[in-house]
């Protein structure tokens, strides 16, 4: 049954995705008014969302089998250039600190840049404007190699922390439009499919 819900959730997201480009490219020939682009943003979010849920149910198939060698610090080099454009256009800047050199690991690289990009994503949308995103790698023996996503914004109470990487389900609701809370649970997803541990501070 939860096979059958997957595989018509990734249905549905791929059958959208075409309609939902022809949408853009129609809008992005519009004229500049506030309208058009509070219809573009609401379009772009859906596209996100969409997104989303194909990556989620792509990832439903991770397997030891396809971890491979993997550079964490190379990682974060390409989130922080994939993301860098957004981070600035919200008015905040990406930095990577941390580990000079390979810090290797095994793992799926597609899901793992996955997980990466989407905790950046969720930094850039609840930091404080003017702040600088943090992705520091690090390479320490105890208790091992890590990836970490700093962001400068409102804390989130200890109460609440576990619960924002279940599906569906937001700590923040000033996002109230911008995401369903399915980006964190990819990551835990992620996490899991490579029995590593993620955290909160």
């Known amino acids: 049954s939860e096979k059958r819900h997957r595989d018509f959730s990734a249905n549905v997201a791929h059958e959208l995705r075409t309609p939902l480009a022809v ?5 992005d020939s519009m004229d500049d008014t506030p309208e058009h682009r509070a219809m573009r943003e609401e379009v772009s979010g859906m596209a996100r969302l969409l997104d989303q849920m194909l990556t989620a149910a792509r990832l439903e198939k991770i397997s030891a089998e396809t971890f491979r ?7 974060g080099v ?36 996955q997980a990466v990009r989407n905790l950046i994503e969720n930094a850039i949308k609840y930091s404080s404007r003017g702040t600088t995103i943090t992705i520091d790698v690090d390479d320490s023996p105890s208790p091992g190699p ?7 914004g409102a804390t989130i109470s200890p109460e609440v922390r576990p619960l924002i990487f279940e599906r569906f389900q937001r700590a923040d609701r000033r996002g109230e ?9 990819i990551v835990k997803q992620v996490a899991d499919a490579h029995n590593a541990k993620i955290v909160v501070e």
Do not use: Y
């Open 23 to 27: 949408l853009r490219t129609r809008l």
């Open 69 to 75: 060698p993997l550079d964490l610090r190379d990682v």
């Open 78 to 113: 390409r989130a922080a250039a994939a993301l860098g454009h957004l981070a600035v256009a919200e008015g905040r800047l990406v930095e990577l600190i941390g580990h000079d050199g390979p810090v290797t690991v095994d793992g799926n690289v597609d899901a793992v840049d």
């Open 146 to 152: 890590s990836l970490g996503v700093i962001n400068r």
């Open 177 to 185: 439009g911008r995401g369903l809370g399915i980006g964190l649970s």
